[in-house]
């Protein structure tokens, strides 16, 4: 039989995947079979179907058994790719010469069908009689090429080569493919097998592999192996992803969930094991689902940082950290947070000494408060604040004196600060005073003078405002009652918004806090 090699050997490309020398590897297949010749049955069944991987260091004998009085009188005389030196790729031989009977065979350095022809001539009966018969055995095999690499399923570009270590998100099953050392050429049956700590079992070109336990470090290696004359490993970092979410403002005990309208949040990640990057993943963005006033902003080139700004709509917005490349392309890791307004607003009395604002010998009475809003478990850190005007409501005595219907005059706009998980965002001092009168004293409006002290109330309902930097319009946030009383031996109370109530004597010594 003519010998066929149908494939040409290329060079080995290793690239970063890790290969082994030629491991002893015994296939499935029959090893060759000793062929018995005699005179009866000189030309045995050849035998088909053998075959070995490319590389192979088991050794193959190919041995002729003379049978009865059966002798050679021309040969043996081999023919096989090696023979007469023609085939320097054939491998290692040790006989397969003429007249010998055995021939042994190992390492073959390429792939292709192949046969071994031994032919000759015997002898039957003593002393040489008869006329030669001619023999001939054959066994028909081939060899399988080895595995260059493995490659694996990229959900965009299809297999591709991996490039160093392979990292997989946790629980994703991942598509690897044996390629062979040689082009086109196609394994053997029941080649290549897979194996490695990671699961792989069985044979064939491509092999499904879970990833379902996370790597401890950066070099605790999943490994999938495929052998087929020699052994290819990809090493696998399996890893997890936590998305991050940090408002600026991040001060003790506030909601991590839940944010005011204009916060400013960081986004990022951290990942178990520790040290994964966007960049060994395949990369990171996030994207959002919200209010068309949210805002978010990332490096043109992901790599799972960014920021989010809140918008000035409340209601629910969503986050997501998605991975762009790689094996888990297309994964997420979905937050939703709360987008919420201000909508409440105390004042709380500022301790200075002394705290008190009072003049002796009259009604009087005032106190330096602070400004807060809330809800008190997000910050509204950098919104605009105002007071509005309002005409106050009064009666009894301080109606008499003329504080009915008077025009409250907002003081300058302020920007909110820092949130507070006990007081709220803070805004500004506000300075709360009744101002003074006493009986005979000129009334506040009008004419004629204050009578003697009498009971009477006066109530400014002030709106608290915010909007957002760079709008107009103002949105309220809730009314804020500015409160005195009076009563008949001239005595004050002033409260504000919540805040604790002051009161004063009206023969208590004058008192002036700082800034008043």
């Known amino acids: 039989m003519k010998t066929v090699f149908r494939v040409t050997i290329v060079s080995f490309v290793v690239g970063l995947v890790a290969m082994s020398a030629f491991p002893k590897r015994v296939l499935a297949a029959t090893t060759p079979q000793e062929m018995h010749v005699s005179c009866t049955a000189p030309n045995p069944k050849h035998q088909t179907g053998l075959h ?50 055995s021939m042994d065979w190992s390492s073959p350095g390429k792939t292709g069908e192949f046969n071994v022809l031994v032919s000759g001539k015997i002898s039957c009966g003593d002393g040489g009689g008869g006329q030669p018969i001619d023999f001939s055995v054959e066994w028909d095999a081939d060899v399988c090429p080895g595995v260059q690499k493995i490659q694996y399923n990229d959900p965009s570009d299809g297999y591709v080569d991996v490039a160093g270590t392979l990292y997989v998100l946790k629980g994703t099953k991942v598509t690897f493919k044996a390629i062979p050392d040689q082009l086109n050429a196609k394994f053997c049956d029941g080649e290549p097998e897979w194996g490695g700590n990671a699961g792989a079992t069985g044979t064939g070109e491509t092999k499904d592999v879970t990833f379902d336990t996370l790597s401890t470090s950066l070099t605790d290696y999943k490994t999938v192996t495929v052998t087929g004359g020699q052994t290819s490993t990809v090493n696998v970092v399996v890893y997890d992803l936590t998305p991050v979410t940090t408002p600026h403002d991040d001060f003790t005990d506030r909601s991590q969930t839940r944010y005011g309208i204009n916060e400013l949040i960081h986004l990022s990640f951290t990942s178990s094991p520790e040290g994964i990057t966007a960049t060994n993943v395949g990369g990171l963005k996030w994207t959002m689902t919200g209010s068309a006033t ?23 917005v969503t986050l997501k950290l998605q991975v762009t490349g790689g094996p888990a392309q297309g994964s997420d890791f979905s937050l939703t947070r709360t987008i919420v307004v201000p909508d409440e607003g105390w004042i709380v009395k500022q301790s200075f000494t002394p705290s008190v604002w009072h003049m002796i010998n009259s009604w009087s009475v005032g106190f330096w408060g602070g400004i807060y809003i809330g809800p008190k478990d997000v910050s509204f850190k950098n919104l605009q604040f105002s007071e509005a005007t309002c005409q106050s409501t009064a009666s009894g005595w301080l109606k008499d004196v003329g504080f009915d219907n008077y025009t409250h005059i907002p003081g300058a706009d302020a920007v909110v600060g820092a949130g507070n998980a006990s007081y709220g965002s803070y805004v500004s001092p506000d300075k709360i005073y009744s101002g003074h009168m006493a009986p005979g004293d000129p009334k506040f409006v009008g004419t004629g003078v204050a009578p003697a002290y009498a009971p009477g109330n006066f109530n400014w309902p002030i709106p608290w405002r915010y909007r957002i930097p760079g709008t107009s319009d103002w949105i309220q946030i809730t009314i804020a009652n500015q409160h005195f009383t009076s009563d008949a031996t001239g005595a004050a109370m002033g409260e504000k918004a919540g805040s604790e109530q002051v009161t004063t004597n009206a023969a208590d010594a004058t008192s002036i806090p700082p800034g008043f």
Not at 63 to 73: C, H, K, P, Q, T
Not at 296 to 307: A, I, V
Request: no cysteine; hydrophobic share 20%.
């Open 52 to 101: 070995r991987p490319k590389g192979d260091s088991n050794h193959w004998i190919y041995s002729i058994v003379l049978e009865g009085d059966a002798r050679f009188v021309d040969g043996p005389h081999w023919s096989y790719p090696g023979s007469n030196g023609n085939d320097p790729d054939w491998g290692l031989v040790t006989g397969g010469k003429d007249k010998d009977s």
């Open 294 to 316: 949210d805002t978010l902003s990332q490096p043109t080139d992901p790599d799972g940082t960014g920021s989010f700004t809140a918008g000035s709509t409340p209601g629910a």
